[in-house]
């Protein structure tokens, strides 16, 4: 695997990190901070498309 592959691999694995990171900061503020979560998914739902455009 050349190393430019290799950097595409590693980012979208952090990129699905902070994906499943911002989905859990989702459930957490659904019931008090609706308005937040609503944020956080969108974050969450854009920030997997990026990774998923990288693999």
């Given at each position: 695997?050349?190393?430019?592959?290799?950097?595409?691999v590693d980012i979208q694995v952090e990129l699905y990190a902070i994906?499943?990171?911002?989905?859990?900061?989702?459930?957490?503020?659904?019931?008090?901070?609706?308005?937040?979560?609503?944020?956080?998914?969108?974050?969450?739902?854009?920030?997997?498309?990026?990774?998923?455009?990288?693999?």
């Amino acid at each position: 695997m050349s190393k430019d592959m290799e950097n595409h691999v590693d980012i979208q694995v952090e990129l699905y990190a902070i994906s499943e990171a911002l989905k859990e900061l989702v459930e957490l503020n659904e019931d008090h901070r609706p308005g937040l979560a609503m944020l956080l998914r969108m974050l969450a739902d854009k920030v997997e498309r990026v990774a998923r455009k990288i693999g």
